[in-house]
C-alpha cells in the first residue's frame, strides 16, 4: 500500500519545531493591519533569529550607511515583508535537520538560490516578491523529512536523482505514491500558511500541470530550476535552452526576462547568513 503524506507525518514522531515568533508572523500573511511594535516585541522574545536579523540588517545586501541597533529600526529601514521574510527563513533554516545524504550546505544553499531567483521572476511579473522568496525557500522542505522517514523505500530514487533535479518529483511518486513537493505542502497547511503559500509549495515542480494554474508556483519553478542548474555548474546558455519556456508565457514574460536575471549567487550574496 502507497504511502501518503499525511500517513508519513504520522510516522515522523518529531516534526520541525517551528519557533513561536515564526509561527506568529506566519498568521499575519493576510492580515491587512498589523502592529509593529508587536511584530517588534515578538522577535525579540527570540534572541537567536532577533540577532540575525539585525546581522542580515547590517550586512553588504541592504547596504545601510548606518548601522541598525534594533529589531524596531530593522522593521523602519527594511519594512515588515522583509523582516518577516528573513524571520520565517532563519526561523526554518535552524528547525530542520538536513540529513547527510543530501548535504545541509548544499540544501540551503539551492533553497536559498531558489527564493531569491522566484522573487526576482515575481518582481518581473507583477506578483508579491517576498511572498514568492519564502515559498522558494521553502518549497523543499518536505525532502529531508522524506528521506529521513523513508531511507529504504527512497534508496532507489536517491541513485537515480539528487535533489535538486527536475525528475525527483516525478521518480518519487512513483516510487512512494507521493513527492517531496506533496508532503511540503502538508507541512505548510499545518504550519497555517496562506493557501497561496501552500499551492505554491505543492505545484512547484510543475506549475502546467496544476489544476488551478499558480503564479506563485511558476517563480517558484522557475527560481529552482536556475538554482538547480547552478549545482550542476550548467552554462547561462545551457541553463536557457533546457528552460521551459511555456511557464514564462502563462507569466506573459518573454525570454528576455530569463536573459537578463544575474547570476543567482550574486542575486543571494549577503544573504547568506539566513541560513547558515
Known amino acids: 500500500m502507497l504511502a501518503t503524506p499525511a500517513t508519513l507525518m504520522s510516522r515522523i514522531h518529531t516534526l520541525p519545531a517551528v519557533p513561536k515568533v515564526v509561527q506568529e508572523l506566519i498568521a499575519t500573511f493576510d492580515q491587512p493591519q498589523i502592529d509593529l511594535n508587536r511584530i517588534a516585541r515578538l522577535v525579540n522574545t527570540d534572541p537567536v533569529i532577533a540577532a540575525k536579523v539585525l546581522r542580515l540588517a547590517n550586512s553588504a545586501y541592504y547596504r545601510r550607511s548606518r548601522t541598525v541597533t534594533s529589531v524596531n529600526d530593522a522593521i523602519v529601514f527594511m519594512g515588515l515583508d522583509a523582516l518577516r521574510m528573513l524571520v520565517v527563513g532563519a526561523g526554518f533554516a535552524a528547525s530542520v535537520k538536513v540529513p547527510a545524504s543530501l548535504g545541509r550546505e548544499l540544501f540551503w544553499r539551492y533553497c536559498l538560490h531558489t527564493a531569491v531567483s522566484a522573487r526576482y521572476f515575481a518582481g518581473q511579473c507583477g506578483e508579491d516578491a517576498q511572498a514568492a522568496f519564502t515559498a522558494g525557500l521553502l518549497h523543499a522542505i518536505g525532502e529531508p523529512l522524506m ?59 510543475a506549475p502546467l500541470y496544476a489544476e488551478d494554474f499558480s503564479r506563485a508556483a511558476a517563480c517558484v519553478y522557475l527560481g529552482s530550476h536556475f538554482a538547480a542548474g547552478y549545482e550542476r555548474h550548467d552554462s547561462a546558455d545551457t541553463s536557457l535552452m533546457t528552460l521551459d519556456i511555456r511557464v514564462l508565457d502563462h507569466l506573459g514574460l518573454e525570454l528576455a526576462a530569463a536573459e537578463k536575471m544575474p547570476p543567482v549567487n550574486k542575486l543571494a550574496s549577503g544573504l547568506e547568513e539566513l541560513v547558515a
Do not use: K, N
Open 147 to 205: 528521506v529521513m522517514a523513508m531511507e529504504e523505500e527512497l534508496r532507489e530514487v536517491e541513485r537515480q536523482t539528487r535533489f535538486f533535479d527536475r525528475e525527483r518529483a516525478v521518480c518519487e511518486r512513483a516510487q512512494v505514491g507521493f513527492a517531496y513537493s506533496d508532503l511540503g505542502a502538508e507541512l505548510a497547511e499545518s504550519w497555517r500558511f496562506p493557501p497561496g503559500m501552500v499551492d505554491a509549495i505543492r505545484h512547484a515542480p
